[in-house]
């Protein structure tokens, strides 16, 4: 089952504005990533977010999270056509061994038009 | 250096076939993990290995699904009896024990 939702499922905007994803998810959490997959490739993991902190950037992305909402944004600023992707938000559990399990959730579409 | 590959990247089985679809890990990658992604949605685990041990596999949906990984490095996941409902892509992923997992671009499956 999905841990959580992505809100909008479908963005579009123009190339050079902001794009901004949120997603919600339902149980307590270690980390939260997000990684983008383009069509016909794999997912690429774009940043991850510990479960103290409260917000970190990675060049273009600024992803904050809320632990008290069980909540995270993803902002991608200055965006360009090459930024058009599905954007999944993903928790983790930890495994028997060690192994991390991701639960994604459903995902944001968005496209950036020239 | 190379990433995770799996083959084939397509697959057209008849319902009722089995079909195995494989994944090559990142060379040193103790951890493999087996996801499926159904149109629209985003990946759901299906199984998890350390080398060749097989520590979880509550994800897999029935026991037609299979998975194996022999030699702690290449593994396969088999589906018997293919249904429609299997049609997806399949992720494999590898990582170090509890680090980053790296995908490989997926098997889509189709059952006709």
């Known amino acids: 089952s999905q841990q959580g939702e992505e809100d909008p499922q479908a963005l579009s905007i123009q190339e050079g504005e902001n794009a901004t994803m949120n997603c919600s998810y339902k149980?307590?959490?270690?980390?939260l990533q997000w990684y983008r997959q383009n069509s016909g490739r794999g997912l690429v993991h774009l940043i991850l977010?510990?479960?103290?902190?409260r917000e970190k950037h990675s060049g273009r992305l600024r992803v904050t999270l809320d632990t008290s909402k069980k909540s995270s944004s993803l902002l991608i600023t200055a965006s360009r056509a090459a930024d058009t992707a599905s954007y999944f938000c993903?928790?983790?559990?930890?495994?028997?061994?060690?192994?991390?399990?991701?639960?994604f959730g459903t995902g944001t579409q968005l496209k950036v038009e020239l | 250096g190379a990433g995770v590959s799996q083959s084939p990247r397509y697959k057209v089985a008849k319902r009722g076939q089995d079909v195995a679809l494989r994944c090559d890990p990142i060379?040193?990658?103790?951890?493999l993990f087996w996801y499926q992604q159904a149109l629209g949605q985003g990946p759901e685990f299906l199984t998890y290995?350390?080398?060749?041990?097989?520590?979880?596999k509550s994800g897999l949906p029935s026991d037609r699904f299979f998975a194996e990984r022999p030699e702690g490095s290449v593994s396969t996941l088999k589906i018997q009896r293919t249904q429609q409902e299997d049609s997806a892509v399949y992720l494999c992923?590898?990582?170090?024990?509890?680090?980053?997992?790296?995908f490989g671009p997926g098997t889509r499956l189709t059952v006709t």
């Open positions: 060379s040193g990658h103790v951890s």
């Open positions: 149980t307590s959490i270690n980390n």
């Open positions: 992923a590898s990582s170090f024990v509890g680090y980053e997992q790296y």
């Open positions: 993903a928790t983790d559990g930890i495994l028997t061994g060690g192994g991390n399990k991701l639960t």
């Open positions: 290995f350390q080398n060749e041990a097989q520590l979880d």
């Open positions: 977010i510990r479960s103290n902190e």
